[in-house]
């Protein structure tokens, strides 16, 4: 993107993150003042809501790069050692490994009370596994079922709540 | 201070009920293996072996429960040092370097420094209390909501000094969880932002979304390693290496007296307690210590800190709850449901009639401290066993135990639906560079921060200049600037050396190729 004679690289991910959070902030405002405008009701909520807004107008600027900055600031990353700095996988394999096993994690929590939860955690233990670099079935298989069996089992006597199960 | 007749009792009545001691290494194996498990909570510990106390005597149960308390309050520091995820909201701020020091392959010295920490500093935390609990009554008396609303707002806002490297994007994200904390029904009576979901009127559940938020950045990105931590080195457990960690300790008894004092002071602040403690204590160490650009990549001093304000807070919420009958967090709730179970009720008139078991309890507590670093280090010998396995079958197992976790809360399929929610929020946060940490806490405090407000705003009319007559919040908001000033400062002073170390480095360099040319 070009803008006054420099070259502009966008971070569209972050822009469209930032804008998520702006709007479900402005959604939450409007949302707490259709209830009532009373004080007791938009006492922290209102100046919080507003303070948020305005650090995410502020935020939306570092959203556009100049081109030549953008590479400087890449090269100087590579040169900084962070051991807590984010370190997310980069190589299309690994990107598709963690995508896979967010998604096995959201099919997981969905169907635990449609399938079972002893089905669904045997099912979704498999299938982290497989994601996870193990091809030999009988590994998959017994250990997705020591899984499935020890958390059923174990919670069982931990929680008072009801699991619905089909087969443990 | 202490009433040495009273005290000469408590020791009888510790002789005489020998058979209580009996329960403090079960409590404490309770405390260290259900706080290790991300999700199951110092208070879901502590509510699931309530029903278990009934049948005790009443120092029995107190023991039992106190046990699994102080075993519980370490036990969470293992999986937030071994994989990033705090085993318990109270030990968030030794992910910050105790994971940085196990992804260097220190693990077994940062468990180590967190076990000595919690030992020494429960020690201290109840010999304090020892000496402390008569007084404090009256000081505990005068906390009102504007001074809960000052705490609360200084441990959100401290949350900038806590390594963001992008202030806006740090303020942001503790607005942020401010307001997810404030969903639900306010205690005016209003429900804001619930989308007609019913489960939502308690407000979101701050245990399934902090796993959540924490599961995404670390969890789901070790989907393409075949180990937790790379180097085979790293993998080795050993004793030796805790144990050096443990004797490390002693050589920061500043910051395990800073830790202390306030882990207690936090602790016995009655909704407040160790989950912003351990921040504080954390931040607090970090502005005044000289190697503060450290602090987040492998510092001990980080994990000692947060530590020992974990295990000294709970000598100060036992302060509060002996003096006051008023418990100062979750856990401390459950003691006093098991005290009230026995048909005694803790307070001013509890202390006044009953000394020499208030002294009894304290007194055993401090054993229990003590059977901590023989029961923890073997413990960890266990824990730290996690590492040796591969990711693939770690993975799977940890991500169930967390989403069942989530479900435990409170048996709703709302737990692992927040969890996956916030795991998708958590992702997002950590991809752009924004602090967790602030997110986390805002959940956790959100709800606080408006209730103690609003109780503000209803006790001043809506006069700004009633916190004149307020000292201790006057003195509270006094110590949150000074401590601004001097983060500020620090910040200021660390940018000036680091830029002067880089202009050294570039002279250098410059001089060298000059020196090269000439030859």
Request: hydrophobic share 50%.
């Amino acid at each position: 993107m070009r803008f006054r004679g420099h070259e502009y690289r966008v971070d569209r991910g972050h822009l469209v993150f930032v804008c998520a959070i702006a709007a479900a902030v402005a959604w939450y405002l409007f949302d707490t003042r259709s209830v009532s405008t009373s004080v007791n009701n938009l006492l922290l909520v209102e100046p919080v809501s507003l303070f948020a807004l305005a650090m995410a107008a502020l935020i939306i600027p570092q959203c556009f790069v100049r081109a030549d900055h953008a590479e400087n600031t890449e090269e100087k990353k590579e040169e900084e050692y962070d051991p807590l700095a984010p370190k997310l996988p980069t190589e299309r394999a690994q990107v598709i490994k963690m995508l896979s096993l967010g998604v096995s994690l959201g099919v997981f929590v969905f169907a635990l009370n449609v399938i079972g939860f002893d089905i669904a955690i045997f099912l979704f233990a498999m299938a982290a596994m497989a994601i996870c670099g193990e091809r030999r079935p009988l590994h998959l298989v017994l250990f997705s079922a020591a899984v499935a069996a020890a958390a059923i089992y174990g919670f069982r006597m931990l929680i008072p709540y009801p699991m619905y199960t089909v087969i443990l | 201070m202490i009433d040495f007749s009273a005290f000469l009792d408590a020791l009888g009545i510790m002789a005489t009920s020998a058979g209580s001691w009996g329960w403090i290494v079960p409590g404490l194996i309770v405390g260290l293996v259900f706080s290790a498990i991300p999700g199951v909570s110092i208070t879901m510990a502590m509510a699931i072996v309530l029903p278990m106390s009934l049948y005790m005597d009443f120092f029995s149960a107190v023991v039992f429960l106190t046990s699994v308390y102080t075993g519980a309050g370490f036990g969470g520091s293992v999986p937030a040092i071994l994989m990033n995820i705090p085993g318990s909201p109270a030990s968030y701020a030794t992910t910050f370097d105790g994971y940085a020091m196990s992804k260097k392959g220190q693990h077994n010295e940062a468990l180590g420094y967190a076990l000595f920490a919690s030992t020494i500093c429960g020690i201290l935390g109840y010999v304090l209390l020892l000496f402390v609990v008569e007084p404090l009554a009256h000081i505990v008396l005068r906390i009102g909501p504007l001074e809960m609303f000052a705490v609360a707002i200084w441990g959100m806002l401290l949350l900038g000094s806590l390594g963001s490297k992008y202030v806006t994007r740090g303020l942001l994200a503790a607005a942020f969880g401010v307001l997810l904390g404030t969903v639900g029904m306010n205690t005016a009576g209003f429900i804001r932002g619930t989308m007609g979901f019913p489960t939502l009127l308690d407000g979101i559940s701050p245990i399934p979304a902090m796993i959540g938020l924490l599961a995404a950045g670390q969890l789901l990105t070790l989907a393409g390693k075949d180990y937790i931590l790379d180097a085979e080195e790293a993998r080795k457990v050993s004793v030796k290496k805790i144990l050096s960690g443990c004797w490390g300790t002693l050589k920061y008894p500043g910051v395990l007296t800073r830790g202390s004092i306030i882990g207690i002071i936090i602790g016995a602040v009655p909704g407040v307690g160790s989950s912003v403690g351990n921040l504080i204590a954390y931040a607090e160490t970090k502005r005044t210590s000289k190697d503060s650009a450290s602090f987040g990549k492998g510092n001990p001093k980080g994990v000692i800190a947060a530590e020992s304000a974990v295990a000294s807070a709970e000598g100060g919420s036992m302060a509060t709850m002996l003096a006051l009958g008023i418990p100062g967090g979750g856990a401390t709730a459950i003691l006093l449901a098991a005290f009230m179970m026995h048909n005694i009720v803790p307070g001013p008139t509890f202390i006044e009639n009953q000394k020499p078991m208030v002294y009894a309890i304290i007194l055993n507590n401090i054993v229990q401290a003590i059977a901590l670093l023989g029961v923890g280090i073997g413990f960890i010998y266990v824990a730290s066993m996690v590492v040796k396995v591969r990711t693939r079958y770690i993975l799977p197992a940890i991500l169930v135990i967390a989403t069942l976790g989530t479900y435990a809360v409170d048996g709703s399929p709302s737990g692992p639906i927040t969890l996956f929610v916030f795991a998708l929020i958590g992702f997002a946060l950590v991809r752009y560079e924004y602090p967790v940490a602030a997110v986390v806490v805002g959940i956790l405090l959100g709800r606080m921060l408006e209730t103690e407000f609003l109780r503000s705003y209803q006790l001043s009319g809506g006069n700004p200049l009633y916190i004149l007559q307020r000292p201790g919040a006057m003195a509270i908001v006094g110590v949150m600037l000074l401590s601004f000033v001097m983060t500020a400062w620090g910040k200021r002073k660390q940018a000036r050396m680091e830029a002067e170390e880089e202009a050294a480095m570039e002279k250098l360099h410059r001089d060298d190729i000059a020196g090269a040319r000439k030859t």
